[in-house]
């Protein structure tokens, strides 16, 4: 069975630029969650959709969004990137939202 | 959200058995303890979980104290790509509500050639 897969794995952008993230799940898991990770913070939990609803969501302000679409698959967004979004955006898929989650590659975003 | 602590960093000698230690002294009776690893450059990988006994995968042991205070991830035989940040995290499992992972600094695990 093919893992969670992110697209694209890196990008950059520049300050006040917008930019979405893009996470396919492995088949048959209907939960994804999205994670940051940096250097200063660590891995930090952002937000988790179930059945295209938004289930729980982290303590990040509003420029950070994301959806859930009936095929399972998720995007995050980031509008007004700020120099501290840069970091590595991680997509994690279960097929409930109580059950293991496993990870994709991530995506590394650098804001500039 | 119960907290876990670990040791910053350890090291091991390729082939020996590592045992990457956990406390967790305010778990509570519905917490499955996980543990996940990443490797340099890659998103997180699920190792093992449990709740009360000790588990057993292909990958690793997971060693539960019996008062759930502690817990220890055993690798029998480590080999150099088992070299990662070692992750313990407490999870709830009851009710309805979000099960997240709150991930904390981890243990940087070096094999020794």
């Known amino acids: 069975k093919a893992g969670v897969t992110q697209t694209p794995r890196y990008l950059i952008k520049t300050r006040g630029q917008q930019v979405t993230l893009s996470c396919s799940p492995i088949s048959g898991h209907r939960s994804v969650s999205w994670y940051q990770q940096t250097p200063g913070q660590g891995l930090q939990f952002l937000f988790e959709?179930?059945?295209?609803?938004?289930?729980n969501k982290g303590n990040f302000p509003g420029r950070f969004s994301g959806r859930q679409f009936s095929n399972s698959r998720s995007e995050m967004n980031v509008s007004t990137l700020e120099l501290g979004d840069s970091a590595l955006y991680l997509c994690?898929?279960?097929?409930?939202?109580?059950?293991?989650?496993?990870f994709g590659p991530g995506t590394r975003l650098l804001v500039l | 959200d119960a907290k876990t602590t670990q040791p910053n960093s350890m090291e091991s000698n390729e082939e020996e058995p590592v045992h990457l230690p956990c406390n967790h002294s305010?778990?509570?009776?519905?917490?499955?303890i996980h543990w996940y690893r990443q490797l340099p450059s890659q998103g997180p990988e699920y190792v093992i979980h449990g709740l009360t006994s000790n588990v057993n995968n292909r990958m690793a042991s997971l060693a539960i104290a019996e008062d759930r205070k502690s817990s220890t991830l055993i690798l029998h035989r480590a080999t150099l790509r088992d070299a990662a940040v070692y992750y313990c995290?407490?999870?709830?499992?009851?009710?309805?509500?979000?099960?997240?992972?709150?991930f904390g600094k981890g243990t940087k695990l070096s094999v020794i050639p």
């Open positions: 959709y179930f059945s295209e609803t938004q289930r």
């Open positions: 995290i407490l999870r709830p499992y009851s009710g309805a509500g979000s099960y997240q992972l709150t």
């Open positions: 994690a898929s279960s097929p409930r939202i109580q059950e293991t989650q496993y």
């Open positions: 305010t778990i509570s009776g519905t917490d499955y």
